[in-house]
């Protein structure tokens, strides 16, 4: 029988990934879940890219789920000209709204001398009156991290920053404020008319970046209803946890979610790099307790944006997401615009079937309170000995219920909503099938038809089915 992953791939699209041909490729080489970045490309381009997945997808006759990853409320330098600062040197800091009041006498910093600093080291930062919310000893970073400023004191509309790790200030580059309550609104005017947009296409999963706290996600998911004007076959919401402030509040995210994102990549700027893996473990673990997907994201095999095969320790890294249990490891760069997309898709489905061999990756699940009603079913399914399941979900919750499981056995899910089914695609140990039948014992019966019918199930095997 051919071995299947129970981990998923979620692959982004980009310049090396979105023509039709490749997209093919990479379906067939083990993609479940396409991601659109909507921090690059347009409406046309990113509406292209849909439009292929989709058309591919019922082409092949596949589950794949499209998930729209929007900007989120992104922080980014304003300045004219390059500008190089040095370490112990000073710099002045504002914003889009105070910088044209930017002259001022130097002497209203009592604590700095004016040899010091001089007005030519300006930096903007491109949110209006965000300088309002820092405070004295806050940091700010820029490019990733590799600059770093700390506050150290603040004027009206004006604060100056003495430089720790030095570099070149251009023009809209990132900027991560770690320390800093941010007022900022989830969802930006482009990402409102991104969600707009991406509501239009019926997009499986929405992706939110620099989530802070639960009430934000209740939030999108009514606008979310009001956009759709209806209240059920709804996108997926997934959380990306990459802020401080999202770690304090962990719970409240993951409780207020449909999947979470570790997007290791402002994490590991927001916190220690030597704190990410124990951040991402703590992630992964509490989202199994609360019954939610969790995806691993950020250079899981980053040199093979360059290089036809991963280094050793990216091999252990995916290795360890897959042990860990997450649902779906997630490809970034090096399928949107590596030079090795596919391959990257077939390594790391290599490494999450060895790694899913081995016995390091057992594991027990309790459920949540919540979810009491479809304890009887789940006991009978961990207490059963056939090797294949075949279940009737409907909205998606029992599938997802079971996966957390993490029983090694084959999981079938039938379902007669479209929508379901792809976003199933991104569920650990899911094999899903759709029927637009209402009889949920039929759609089981239609669903070990065809399973037998692909050799995931021998005419012969016993089956546990649960309409």
């Known amino acids: 029988m051919k071995m299947i992953p129970k981990t998923k791939i979620v692959a982004t699209i980009g310049p090396s990934s979105d023509s039709r041909e490749k997209l093919r490729e990479m379906m067939k ?19 292209q890219s849909i439009a292929n997945i989709k058309e591919l997808r019922k082409e092949m006759g596949i589950p794949i789920g499209i998930m729209a990853d929007l900007q989120g409320p992104r922080i980014r330098t304003l300045v004219e000209n390059d500008i190089k600062i040095e370490k112990g040197k000073f710099v002045l800091v504002s914003d889009v709204f105070y910088a044209p009041n930017f002259q001022f006498p130097i002497s209203n910093f009592q604590t700095i001398f004016n040899d010091k600093i001089s007005n030519d080291k300006k930096i903007t930062l491109d949110v209006e009156k965000i300088i309002e919310s820092i405070e004295a000893e806050n940091e700010i970073l820029i490019e990733d991290g590799l600059i770093k400023i700390v506050i150290r004191e603040k004027g009206d509309g004006v604060a100056i920053g003495e430089v720790i790790n030095g570099g070149t200030i251009k023009n809209h580059k990132g900027v991560n404020l770690p320390d800093t309550r941010l007022n900022l609104p989830i969802l930006t005017a482009k990402d409102e008319a991104d969600l707009r947009f991406v509501l239009e296409q019926e997009v499986d999963f929405v992706a939110l970046s ?4 639960g009430s934000e996600l209740e939030m999108v998911g009514k606008k979310v209803k009001e956009i759709l004007k209806r209240e059920n076959d709804l996108p997926q919401i997934v ?3 990459e802020r401080r402030e999202a770690l304090k509040n962990m719970d409240e995210i993951i409780r207020a979610s449909d999947t979470v994102m570790v997007a290791r990549g402002d994490l590991g700027i927001e916190t220690p790099e030597s704190e990410v893996a124990i951040h991402q473990k703590e992630i992964i673990a509490k989202c199994l307790r609360f019954s939610r997907p969790v995806i691993v994201a950020t250079q899981m095999l980053n040199s093979m944006i360059e290089n036809p095969v991963p280094t ?6 995916v290795s360890n997401a897959v042990i860990d249990h997450a649902d779906a490891v997630m490809l970034s760069g090096e399928s949107a615009n590596g030079r090795y997309p596919v391959e990257a ?3 790391m489905k290599e490494i999450i079937l060895k790694t899913e061999k081995s016995p390091f990756d057992d594991a027990k699940r309790n459920y949540p309170r919540e ?12 207490k059963s000995s056939q090797k294949n399941a075949v279940l009737f979900s409907a909205d998606g919750v029992l599938a997802r219920l079971v996966s957390n499981c993490r029983k090694e056995q084959n999981l079938m899910i039938g379902t007669n909503n479209f929508k379901v089914y792809n976003q199933l695609a991104l569920v650990w140990g899911v094999n899903a099938y759709f029927f637009a039948k209402p009889d949920p014992s039929k759609v089981v019966d239609l669903t070990v038809n065809q399973a037998q019918k692909e050799g995931k199930i021998t005419k012969n095997e016993e089956v546990l089915k649960v309409a």
Do not use: C, W
């Open 239 to 241: 959380s990306k946890i």
């Open 210 to 213: 620099f989530v802070g706290n």
């Open 345 to 347: 898709v077939l390594m």
């Open 312 to 317: 050793r320790a990216e091999v252990a890294d």
């Open 29 to 47: 080489a083990g993609m479940n879940v396409a991601r659109i970045n909507f921090s690059h490309g347009t409406h046309a381009s990113n509406g």
């Open 371 to 382: 979810y009491e009603k479809y304890v009887p079913t789940l006991k009978l399914i961990q």
